[in-house]
């Protein structure tokens, strides 16, 4: 085997012995130096320039070839080099243990000009490929002024597809279809609009489905199907027969599913769903809307939209609407149902400038690995999750993820047992656009196990969380979030809840702004939202700005807040004692610290307070301090606390915090039995400057001499400088907003 040594990867692997360079080359032609003439690439080559690999399956077999015989010294360097190009993945592209490298001469795999590889996980169709629709009884279904517009390509090259499960809240069957980079949306009603979603409503549930029971009838005892009266008669249109799914938020505002219509009664103007909803329909919408919310999909009679389509499963026939002219249109069917890179048990490896789109599954996933770096990628038009990553010590760095059905980087490591750390990094990445087909609870960023790092990210654009997390030891610093919880409620951009024993996570300098949610002016969307008795968090130093109900305990202790500032949000901090609620209480916390030994070494000495807690009154909401923080315009109230807490105020540490009503605010009158709290209210003609640069366009940074800092001079700086992306060698520019 021949074996390109280079000195070129000397300084970059930082190693004193040669590289050996593998080159992979897109296509059957490779160019050659010289008179210009082109070679072909034969099925398997050397990696050397005169004969290419194909694929990365090939480079990586030849290195495990290699090693086997010796020719590849033990810890030397590799760097496998790829060209400019699209390559198909038919399947998943895997590394194990023994395609490892070492801690100072790691298996690199890498761009030769990042951002050039693309490795796709479907097929590209050729604008040829999509004729007219002729067949009369296809056309007799589409609306007569979309019918001259309408496609059809012969997809039965590509597989057989199977149909939609009966109801789910996960990825639909493949495939999917994308044009120029972004997802199409298959043909459904209410057409989506310029945000994404448009919704039919309904009030009132003729069978709720939810079960009841004290009923006499068996059958009312169990979860069940359930019905609702929808008046429109648009669904009188439909097929059923072929399938038709709703995507609803059936309930509650934190909890969306896909479900198959079973009957629809014309007449009375009655949809019964085909399967049950784990929380019935319209059953009970706390804090939400009194209408409930979806849209029908997957039918064909609706295909009267730019950039919609329908697959006829039976016949594999796409219809496409074309959102433009499809020659010079890169119009790409991703079917690979797989992730499209698998990294198991392996150590010391990078993938560096590479792009990664068009799968239906997850896009990278890295197992059981150690020291394993992904930088400058791109994870894109991914159905699954754009990366997981489960080990210790990986880096995720300077990537960017977007138009994912599910969620962004899903980290996971450490020993929350023994509380050794994991030392996963992820950091400065771009992640948007998400949640595409998971409404919920597919968060940008999710984090469990045990002392990992969410460091610089910026993530937006998405249905519900940012940062969803769990665990111990974990920090959550300088990310900056924007337009999250945008179709939900009852929601956070930082979400952690239902256990006691997630301590020791600190959330700092982190700018959280511009929040949505169906439900925002009623302050149901949160910036950082500890739920249902979550304790141990220390929430220190961010700035919410515009962020629903800025901080929000719920029920739990030990949650220092401190040193934050809250501008123009309705509500600055909420604290309940749900926990003192018998029906909502304790149940199964007390066992979830059991399962760690809470009362004997580490977790005594790490966390003395748990076990201090379980001993004295551990329902009550007590020990969450409340210091140096300051509050500007609270439009409905700076602190919002239950009965029971207001009877708890003299077992709390509130001490200077500040209230700057900076145009007098008509509300932010705070309750007088609240101690700790100064409030300063200006006028209309007399405002009162804090010493923002630019407060209106979310420029925080402090003027020297700044007002805030003679009023408060405890409040300690944030830095602002620092919160989100940063250029490095992966990142060579911010993106726009």
Not at 105 to 129: C, D, M, N, Q, W
Not at 144 to 156: F, G, N, T
Not at 365 to 392: K, M
């Amino acid at each position: 085997m021949r074996i390109l040594r280079s000195v070129t990867f000397l300084s970059l692997l930082m190693a004193t012995c040669t590289a050996a360079d593998f080159r992979v080359h897109a296509g059957a032609i490779a160019p050659t130096a010289g008179d210009g003439a082109a070679a072909e690439i034969p099925a398997t080559g050397d990696g050397s320039p005169e004969v290419m690999y194909r694929s990365l399956t090939q480079a990586r077999d030849a290195i495990r070839a290699a090693r086997k015989a010796g020719t590849l010294k033990d810890g030397e360097p590799i760097t496998v080099t790829i060209d400019a190009g699209v390559y198909r993945l038919d399947s998943t592209f895997e590394l194990t243990a023994e395609d490892s490298g070492k801690k100072d001469s790691p298996v690199i795999y890498r761009a030769k000009t990042p951002g050039t590889v693309h490795f796709h996980g479907g097929p590209t169709l050729a604008a040829e490929a999509f004729k007219p629709v002729s067949e009369a009884s296809v056309l007799a279904k589409i609306d007569p002024l979309a019918r001259s517009k309408i496609m059809v390509c012969d997809v039965s090259a590509y597989g057989k597809f199977d149909a939609f499960k009966t109801a789910f809240n996960a990825v639909p069957a493949s495939p999917w279809l994308y044009a120029n980079s972004q997802p199409l949306p298959l043909a459904r009603w209410p057409n989506a609009n310029a945000t994404g979603g448009e919704w039919a409503t309904f009030t009132k549930a003729v069978d709720n489905g939810y079960p009841q029971p004290n009923a006499t009838d068996p059958a009312l005892r169990k979860l069940r199907p359930g019905s609702f009266i929808f008046d429109d008669a648009r669904p009188a249109r439909w097929n059923l027969e072929d399938g038709v799914w709703l995507n609803g938020y059936w309930t509650h505002d934190w909890s969306s599913e896909f479900i198959r219509i079973g009957s629809y009664d014309k007449d009375k103007h009655i949809i019964t769903l085909a399967a049950p909803h784990g929380y019935g329909v319209a059953v009970g919408t706390w804090g939400g809307a009194p209408a409930r919310r979806f849209y029908a999909l997957n039918l064909i009679e609706e295909l009267d939209a730019p950039g919609e389509w329908f697959l006829d499963r039976t016949i594999n026939r796409l219809y496409l609407y074309p959102p433009g002219p499809l020659t010079g249109s890169e119009v790409v069917l991703a079917t690979l149902s797989q992730p499209m890179v698998k990294i198991s048990g392996a150590k010391h490896l990078r993938l560096s400038g590479l792009n990664f789109k068009y799968g239906h599954s997850r896009g990278l996933v890295l197992q059981n690995t150690e020291s394993v770096e992904i930088s400058g990628c791109v994870v894109a038009n991914v159905a699954g999750d754009g990366i997981s990553v489960d080990g210790r010590e990986n880096t995720i760095r300077s990537c960017d993820l977007f138009n994912l059905g599910m969620g962004g980087i899903i980290a996971s490591g450490g020993n929350r047992k023994t509380l050794e750390p994991g030392k996963n990094l992820v950091v400065n990445n771009h992640i948007h656009h998400y949640g595409l087909f998971v409404r919920t609870y597919a968060a940008g960023i999710g984090l469990e196990g045990c002392g990992n790092i969410v460091r610089n990210n910026r993530i937006h654009d998405a249905p519900h969380n940012a940062i969803k997390y769990g665990g111990n030891e974990q920090l959550i610093e300088l990310n900056e979030i924007y337009r999250v919880v945008m179709e939900t409620g009852d929601a956070g951009a930082l979400y952690s809840g239902r256990d006691r024993t997630t301590q020791g996570n600190m959330i700092r300098h982190n700018f959280i702004h511009d929040l949505g949610g169906v439900v925002v002016k009623e302050a149901n969307t949160m910036g950082v939202y500890l739920d249902d008795c979550d304790c141990g968090d220390t929430i220190e130093g961010n700035i919410f700005l515009r962020a629903g109900r800025a901080i929000m305990i719920g029920g739990g202790r030990d949650n220092p807040i401190l040193n934050n500032l809250v501008i123009d949000c309705l509500i600055g901090l909420h604290i309940d004692s749900r926990g003192m609620n018998p029906t909502n209480g304790n149940a199964g916390l007390e066992a979830k610290a059991k399962v760690f030994n809470y009362t004997q070494p580490p977790w005594s000495l790490k966390y003395p307070r748990l076990a201090a807690v379980m001993n004295e009154n551990p329902s009550q909401p007590l020990n969450n301090p409340i210091r140096r923080n300051v509050f500007v315009n609270c439009e409905i109230k700076v602190c919002q606390f239950d009965g029971n807490v207001m009877k708890l105020l003299d077992k709390f540490e509130i001490t200077d915090n500040v209230i700057v009503n900076v145009v007098g605010s008509k509300t932010t009158v705070q309750d007088p039995a609240i101690k700790g709290f100064t409030t300063l209210s200006g006028t209309a003609r007399e405002p009162i400057d804090l010493g923002f640069k630019d407060l209106k366009n979310g420029s925080l940074a402090l003027r020297k001499g700044a007002l805030l800092l003679k009023i408060m001079p405890s409040f300690g700086q944030i830095p602002v400088n620092r919160i989100g992306l940063f250029t490095d060698e992966h990142r060579q520019a911010l993106p726009s907003r």
